[in-house]
C-alpha cells in the first residue's frame, strides 16, 4: 500500500507541466530581505536551484531550461579552480539574461598565491565580458579588483541597475581612492558606496532612485570630503529630484548652504554621525539646521538621524519639527540615535517634536534617555483632546538606555489600549533601568492574559539587572 502511494506521488509529479515546475523551481530560490534587495542563492546540492537537476531526469530538462535560476551569482572568498568551471556552466546556463552577481572578500584576506591571483584574473575576465547583460553587481574587493571591475562602466553597461562598491584593501585607516564614473550607466537606480570613491557623472539624467554614502572611517577621496556635507546634499537633491531614498554620512563644512531642495519623491532619508566642530570653547556648531531648514520632503515617511556626535545640537529637533511641518509629511517611522551623557536635557524637545506627528506608527529612541516624562506625555486620558495626545496611531516603540518606572509604563499601554483606536503591539526595552523590579514586572506583564488578548509582544532585556529579579505582583 505505501509502495502505490509513493508511485502514485511520483507519477504526479512527473506529470507536472514545464511550465508550472519552472514556476515552483523560481518560487523556491531565496527571498529577498526586502523589496529591491538581491539574495544570491549559495552552490550546494542540498539547495536550490542545484538540487533540481539532481532529483530526476526531466526535472534536470526543466531547470536546464530555465536560465532565471543560473543568473545570480555569488562568489566567496576563497574558490579553487572547480569554482572557475563552475561559474562559467552558469553563465551559459543563465543564455542572455540580466546578470546578478557579488564578489565580497574582507579586510582580513591576505592574497598569498601566485596561483590564486590567477584565478581571480580568470573569473574577473569572465564577469567583464558579460558587463553589456548586468544588472546588479555588489563589489567588495580589494582595490586592484575593484578598479578592473569599474572599468566597463566607463564605456556603458546599458543594464546595470543597481551597483554596491566596497573597497576592502588591508591597511587601516589609509585607503586606495578609487574612481567611479556612471555617465554611461543609464538605468541605474541603486548606488552604495563608501568615502573612499571619487564619483563622476551623477545628474538629473540619471534615473537614480537610492542613494547610500557611507564613511567606514579611512581616508575620503576630495569628491566625498565635498558631497558629505548639508551643502553637498543639498546639491545632490538638487541634481537628483527623483531620489527615493537616501542614507549618508554627514561632516560639518564651514562653506555657506544656499540651495533650497524641494524632493517630491524622497520617502527615506537617514543621516549619520557629523564631525565634531566649534567655534571657540564650548560653542558647538550644529549640523541639523543647514541642512533640515532649506529641505521640502512632501513624501517623507521614514526618518532616521543620528544625533550621536558632537556636530548635533539641540536645535535639530527643532529643525526636524520644523522640517514636517513645512512639507506637509506623513511621517510613519522616526528613530533617533543620541549619546546617553549629552541629550539628557533633550526630552522637553523630544515631546515637542512628535508632539506634531500624527501618522507616527514606529517609534525608536536609542540612547536619547527618556523617563517618566516622556511616557507620561504617551499616556492617555479620559480628557485628551486631538491636540494633547501624542502619536495617536503608535503601535510599535523601542526604547534604548532610558530610565522608566515599570508602572507607568504599564499604565501607559493600558490607557493606550482603552482609548485609542491604534493600540500598541511592540515594545522593546533594551539596556534600560526599570524599576522597582528590573523589568520583571513588565515581563510578567506582557506574558500575561490581557496582553495576549491584545496581542501585545513585550520584550524587556534584563540582562543588566540584578541576579535575581522577581515580580512585585502578578498580571
Not at 530538462?61 to 555569488?74: F, H, K, Y
Not at 545640537?313 to 506637509?328: N, P, Q, T, W
Not at 534604548?400 to 501607559?412: C, G, L, N, Y
Request: proline share 7%; aromatic share 8%; with cysteine.
Amino acid at each position: 500500500m505505501a509502495e502505490n502511494a509513493v508511485n502514485v506521488v511520483a507519477s504526479a509529479l512527473q506529470r507536472t507541466p514545464a511550465d508550472v515546475l519552472q514556476m515552483i523551481f523560481l518560487f523556491c530560490l531565496p527571498k529577498p530581505k526586502y523589496p529591491g534587495h538581491v539574495t544570491f542563492p549559495r552552490p550546494s546540492t542540498c539547495k536550490a536551484p542545484v538540487v533540481y537537476s539532481h532529483i530526476c531526469r526531466s526535472w534536470r530538462d526543466v531547470a536546464l531550461s530555465t536560465p532565471r535560476l543560473w543568473a545570480c551569482l555569488s562568489i566567496p572568498e576563497e574558490f579553487s579552480s572547480s569554482f572557475v568551471v563552475w561559474i562559467k556552466e552558469l553563465l551559459r546556463r543563465s543564455d542572455s539574461l540580466p546578470l546578478y552577481f557579488q564578489w565580497t572578500r574582507s579586510r582580513k584576506y591576505r592574497q598569498n598565491s601566485r596561483e590564486r591571483d590567477t584565478l581571480d584574473q580568470t573569473l574577473i575576465k569572465l564577469l567583464i565580458a558579460e558587463s553589456s547583460r548586468w544588472r546588479a553587481a555588489s563589489i567588495g574587493s580589494t582595490s586592484a579588483i575593484l578598479k578592473q571591475f569599474l572599468v566597463p562602466l566607463k564605456f556603458g553597461v546599458p543594464m546595470l541597475e543597481a551597483l554596491k562598491i566596497r573597497e576592502t584593501s588591508p591597511g587601516g585607516r589609509f585607503s586606495h581612492i578609487y574612481a567611479l564614473d556612471i555617465t554611461a550607466v543609464p538605468h541605474l537606480q541603486y548606488l552604495n558606496v563608501t568615502n573612499e570613491c571619487q564619483l563622476t557623472g551623477l545628474s538629473a539624467k540619471q534615473s537614480l532612485r537610492q542613494f547610500i554614502l557611507k564613511d567606514d572611517g579611512r581616508d575620503s577621496s576630495d569628491w566625498s570630503e565635498s558631497f558629505m556635507t548639508p551643502s553637498g546634499i543639498l546639491q545632490l537633491f538638487s541634481d537628483c529630484p527623483q531620489l527615493e531614498l537616501v542614507d549618508i554620512d554627514i561632516e560639518w563644512d564651514i562653506q555657506p548652504t544656499p540651495h533650497q531642495a524641494f524632493m517630491p519623491s524622497l520617502q527615506t532619508l537617514s543621516v549619520g554621525p557629523g564631525s565634531t566642530y566649534t567655534i571657540g570653547p564650548g560653542n558647538p556648531i550644529d549640523i541639523g539646521p543647514p541642512l533640515f531648514q532649506r529641505l521640502t520632503l512632501p513624501a517623507l515617511r521614514t526618518l532616521s538621524i543620528d544625533l550621536s556626535s558632537e556636530g548635533w545640537g539641540r536645535r535639530s529637533l527643532v529643525s526636524i519639527h520644523s522640517l514636517i511641518g513645512r512639507s506637509h509629511a506623513s511621517l510613519t517611522s522616526l528613530s533617533l540615535y543620541g549619546q546617553r551623557d549629552r541629550q539628557t536635557k533633550w526630552e522637553d524637545d523630544l515631546i515637542g517634536c512628535i508632539l506634531h506627528l500624527p501618522d507616527l506608527k514606529v517609534l525608536s529612541l536609542e540612547d536619547m534617555p527618556t523617563t517618566d516624562k516622556f511616557i507620561i506625555a504617551l499616556t492617555y486620558s479620559p480628557h485628551s483632546t486631538g491636540a494633547d495626545i501624542l502619536c495617536p496611531v503608535l503601535d510599535q516603540l523601542r526604547f534604548v538606555a532610558s530610565t522608566f518606572s515599570e508602572r507607568k509604563v504599564i499604565d501607559m499601554i493600558r490607557s493606550r489600549w482603552d482609548n485609542a483606536k491604534h493600540p500598541l503591539l511592540l515594545v522593546r526595552f533594551l539596556s534600560c533601568k526599570l524599576s522597582p523590579s528590573g523589568g520583571a514586572d513588565l515581563q510578567s506583564f506582557g506574558k500575561s492574559k490581557l496582553a495576549k488578548e491584545r496581542k501585545l509582544t513585550l520584550m524587556v532585556d534584563i540582562r543588566g539587572a540584578s541576579k535575581k529579579i522577581i515580580p512585585s505582583k502578578p498580571y
